[in-house]
């Protein structure tokens, strides 16, 4: 059972437009949520997080918006620009329990053209 | 560069032999963590340590096992392998045992195929 999913393989976005990736969570209890970007031959890297107390947060070009009721979270990147292709992993945590790992997404392939 | 390490990048063995995947954590970093990418999988957790213990176990096989030494490396065993082991293995590390606020920092994983 997936607790933690991104329904979109894949997004082709122009550059300079608006990426919206989109993440859907099934356990109530998620209070901390992450999301990775990965490069081929690369492992994940961190991008921006969101602790279940707010409904957004900013860092430059990225804005991740969290609806608990809908136990949705998105991640949203303005302007998209042609490095920002890569796949991007939503994860989900039990933040300040001991011993817990991030619970991770399939992923979705973000490709951004020129 | 995240500064987790992973050897060997590459790694191609038959089915059912035994491989050591060796992973060393970030400076200062206490936990690490074994994650599995298969073909269309998302990151599967497998095994988390905290200085040198064992704090979490997620979707690891009974042909697997980890253990995190005094030094804090850690290395991931993986025995009578089959086929469907063929996947990229990252370790993670970062400070602390929890997730609070805690990023985890990635290598560039190990690409394992089992021939």
């Known amino acids: 059972d997936q607790q933690v999913k991104q329904n979109s393989p894949s997004l082709s976005v122009q550059e300079g437009r608006i990426s919206i990736l989109n993440c859907d969570y099934t356990?109530?209890?998620?209070?901390?949520f992450l999301w990775y970007k990965k490069y081929p031959a690369e492992g994940p890297t961190f991008l921006i997080s969101?602790?279940?107390?707010?409904d957004k947060n900013e860092d430059g070009r990225f804005t991740v918006f969290l609806n608990k009721s809908a136990k949705h979270l998105s991640l949203h990147i303005v302007p998209s620009q042609p490095g920002d292709s890569a796949v991007y992993f939503c994860?989900?945590?039990?933040?300040?329990?001991?011993?817990?790992?991030?619970?991770f997404g399939k992923g979705t392939t973000l490709s951004v053209s020129s | 560069d995240s500064g987790v390490t992973q050897t060997p990048k590459h790694l191609i063995t038959a089915t059912g032999q035994r491989v050591t995947l060796r992973c060393s954590p970030r400076?200062?970093?206490?936990?690490v963590y074994w994650y599995q990418q298969s073909l269309d999988q998302g990151l599967q957790f497998l095994i988390q340590?905290?200085?040198?213990?064992?704090?979490a176990k997620g979707n690891i096989l009974e042909r697997f096992s980890a253990q995190q030494f005094p030094d804090l490396h850690s290395e991931l065993n993986l025995s009578s392998l089959e086929l469907g082991d063929s996947a990229l293995y990252f370790c993670?590390?970062?400070?602390?045992?929890?997730?609070?606020?805690?990023?985890?920092?990635f290598g560039e994983g190990s690409w394992l195929t089992v021939v």
């Open positions: 993670a590390s970062s400070v602390a045992s929890t997730h609070s606020g805690n990023t985890i920092y």
């Open positions: 356990n109530s209890m998620f209070d901390y």
């Open positions: 969101i602790s279940s107390i707010k």
């Open positions: 994860a989900a945590s039990l933040a300040n329990q001991a011993g817990t790992a991030l619970i």
């Open positions: 400076s200062g970093d206490l936990s």
């Open positions: 340590y905290y200085n040198g213990e064992e704090r």
